[in-house]
């Protein structure tokens, strides 16, 4: 009887058709699939000091030293993710750049809703799938000498076993939807919906009410309990009423820059 060789359970990207899926998006868009690296993050903001020009998109197959937000690390087992970072410079005014993580954030729920994922996000960017965290985007920003750029990194979980997950709250697509899908799809999925939203974005006059309507369709942190971790180390509770002018999460009578949300547990959304 011949020997057949068992299908491999996390093939590698295929850089090719890749390219193939993302032809009709050009807009600069140049991907690098790396078998391994220490950051995305850290290579793309490298990348962005010496002059690289908007639409880079550097992938890894095995991050080493994965960057997460709030100074927390991002670890993921070979293949079994999706870890890319990508450059932007943005041509909209500097004050509206703290929409922009919010933009990624609702690309990629929308990305891996069409991928029959059932995604929501988390203010302001994290993709939960119920109450468990599957995606997670870290925005920085770089100052380079052809201006500020910003490089958004996206790590996804694809084919993650509960064993290999970092905490006991995330999931996988694999785990939520009983089955791995093909990374390289799914990658030009995401990559696609984030270039057609970001041009959309910034043609946009109306882009910020545009955004945070959609948005606001996505976030399951409305209408929750929340606990807020603010930046100097303070902690407020109160309920997410919405989102304000500056992409900022209004809890009751306060609002939230930037910090650490946890969406209190057992406690549904508040109906007014
Ligand atoms: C978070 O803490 O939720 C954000 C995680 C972001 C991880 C991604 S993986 C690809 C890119 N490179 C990094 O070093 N971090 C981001």
Not at 134 to 163: C, F, H, Y
Not at 192 to 216: G, I, N
């Given at each position: 009887?011949?020997?057949?060789?068992?299908?491999?359970?996390?093939?590698?990207?295929?850089?090719?058709?890749?390219?193939?899926?993302?032809?009709?998006?050009?807009?600069?868009?140049?991907?690098?699939?790396?078998?391994?690296?220490?950051?995305?993050?850290?290579?793309?903001?490298?990348?962005?000091?010496?002059?690289?020009?908007?639409?880079?998109?550097?992938?890894?197959?095995?991050?080493?030293?994965?960057?997460?937000?709030?100074?927390?690390?991002?670890?993921?087992?070979?293949?079994?993710?999706?870890?890319?970072?990508?450059?932007?410079?943005?041509?909209v005014p500097a004050g509206e750049w703290p929409w922009l993580?919010l933009l990624?954030?609702?690309?990629?729920?929308?990305?891996?809703?069409?991928?029959?994922?059932?995604?929501?996000?988390?203010w302001p960017?994290?993709?939960?799938?119920?109450?468990?965290?599957?995606?997670?985007?870290?925005?920085?920003?770089?100052?380079?000498?052809?201006?500020?750029?910003?490089?958004?990194?996206?790590?996804?979980?694809?084919?993650?076993?509960?064993?290999?997950?970092?905490?006991?709250?995330?999931?996988?697509?694999?785990?939520?939807?009983?089955?791995?899908?093909?990374?390289?799809?799914?990658?030009?999925?995401?990559?696609?919906?984030?270039?057609?939203?970001?041009?959309?974005w910034?043609?946009?006059e109306e882009r910020t009410a545009a955004l945070r309507t959609a948005y606001t369709?996505?976030?399951?942190?409305?209408?929750?309990?929340?606990?807020?971790?603010?930046?100097?180390?303070?902690?407020?509770?109160?309920?997410?009423r919405g989102i304000d002018d500056g992409g900022r999460l209004v809890?009751?009578?306060f609002a939230v820059g930037?910090?650490?949300?946890?969406?209190?547990?057992?406690?549904?959304?508040?109906?007014?």
């Amino acid at each position: 009887m011949p020997v057949t060789a068992a299908a491999d359970p996390r093939p590698p990207l295929d850089p090719d058709r890749l390219t193939a899926l993302l032809s009709g998006l050009g807009r600069g868009i140049r991907v690098e699939v790396l078998e391994a690296a220490t950051s995305t993050n850290a290579i793309v903001a490298a990348r962005a000091r010496e002059g690289a020009p908007h639409g880079l998109v550097v992938v890894a197959e095995h991050q080493t030293a994965g960057r997460g937000r709030l100074d927390r690390s991002w670890e993921a087992p070979a293949r079994s993710s999706l870890t890319f970072s990508a450059l932007l410079r943005p041509r909209v005014p500097a004050g509206e750049w703290p929409w922009l993580p919010l933009l990624a954030g609702h690309a990629l729920a929308t990305a891996l809703r069409e991928a029959e994922v059932p995604a929501g996000l988390k203010w302001p960017n994290d993709v939960l799938v119920g109450d468990r965290k599957i995606a997670g985007i870290l925005m920085e920003r770089v100052e380079s000498q052809d201006g500020p750029a910003a490089v958004l990194g996206i790590g996804l979980n694809v084919s993650t076993k509960t064993e290999e997950l970092p905490v006991d709250t995330a999931t996988s697509v694999e785990l939520a939807t009983g089955a791995a899908p093909d990374r390289t799809e799914l990658l030009a999925t995401i990559l696609t919906r984030l270039v057609d939203e970001y041009d959309a974005w910034q043609a946009d006059e109306e882009r910020t009410a545009a955004l945070r309507t959609a948005y606001t369709e996505v976030c399951v942190t409305l209408g929750r309990k929340v606990r807020v971790e603010l930046p100097g180390g303070e902690i407020r509770s109160g309920t997410a009423r919405g989102i304000d002018d500056g992409g900022r999460l209004v809890v009751d009578d306060f609002a939230v820059g930037a910090g650490d949300v946890v969406h209190v547990r057992g406690a549904g959304r508040t109906e007014e």
